[in-house]
């Protein structure tokens, strides 16, 4: 099973990296050095998390040490326009050329986009003058929300996608008691206890044998250990199967505080 997804550049994605939403500050440090050790590669981060000076420390405290080379990691960071989600003028197609100026300035070496639909990829690949497609569009997906339509075709045009929240997003700050929880599934617990595995090292593998890149988040060190350890065992395609029954479009993450913006992608069907 590959350990890496390749990109339309030509980079090889690591398939597994450590997410770092809600990681707080004083201790995601300590989380990127656990998962380096542990040997992750694959570090995703966003100026919104507000931890990224945490997660730069921890990086270079590695590199420093001589456990990792810069060359060897995969650093994930996302634009982020301040204060509210609420529209202005600007077009996303404009941001896109301005991200293009940064790929030919040498400052980064790939360029994504997140939560998009087919229809804004397609205005994306579609925008004359183009120069670089999107290499990846990282969403919300796992087993309630399989994303089926939206990686088909983003694999169809060579978009990498990367799995958000891949284990439901639990620790959410504006979850509900009536909301469903991944991990507390008995159908993905009868899968996991199959193959001596924990429900969140199932759910991590569902998206590896789908090549979809995944990125859980965990500042446990035991637990950032435990959910790099998915490359020792094989979902059967019955069991991929039946976990993309589970599906029912539920989405942890629904972006309530942007529903008024013009540029809000989940009114469509994929």
């Not at 197609?93 to 986009?113: H, N, P, R, S, Y």
């Not at 199967?241 to 008024?260: D, H």
């Amino acid at each position: 099973m590959a350990t890496a997804v390749k990109l339309n550049t030509g980079a090889q994605m690591p398939v597994l990296g450590l997410g770092t939403w809600k990681s707080p500050p004083g201790k995601v440090a300590e989380a990127v050095k656990a998962a380096i050790t542990a040997g992750y590669r694959h570090i995703d981060g966003a100026l919104v998390y507000q931890n990224e000076v945490e997660v730069g420390e921890g990086v270079n405290t590695m590199i420093k040490n001589g456990v990792v080379k810069r060359e060897e990691l995969f650093i994930t960071s996302k634009v982020y326009e301040a204060g509210l989600t609420i529209s202005d003028n600007s077009s996303f197609l404009e941001t896109w050329e301005a991200m293009e100026e940064l790929v030919d300035a040498g400052l980064v070496k790939a360029i994504g986009v997140s939560n998009f639909n087919k229809e804004q990829i397609e205005a994306i690949l579609n925008k004359p003058g183009l120069k670089y497609k999107p290499a990846n569009n990282q969403v919300e997906c796992h087993p309630y929300l399989t994303q089926e339509k939206l990686i088909d075709y983003c694999h169809s045009k060579g978009i990498s996608v990367t799995a958000y929240s891949p284990l439901g997003s639990p620790d959410r700050p504006w979850a509900k008691p009536e909301d469903p929880s991944l991990m507390d599934d008995p159908n993905i617990k009868t899968i996991a206890d199959k193959h001596k595995k924990t429900s969140a090292q199932v759910l991590i593998r569902f998206h590896i044998q789908r090549n979809v890149v995944v990125i859980p988040k965990s500042i446990t060190p035991q637990r950032i250990q435990e959910n790099f350890q998915v490359f020792d065992f094989e979902l059967s395609e019955e069991e991929i199967k039946t976990i993309l029954g589970f599906n029912c479009n539920w989405r942890a993450c629904p972006f309530q505080w942007g529903l008024k913006h013009k540029d809000y992608p989940f009114n469509t069907e994929f």
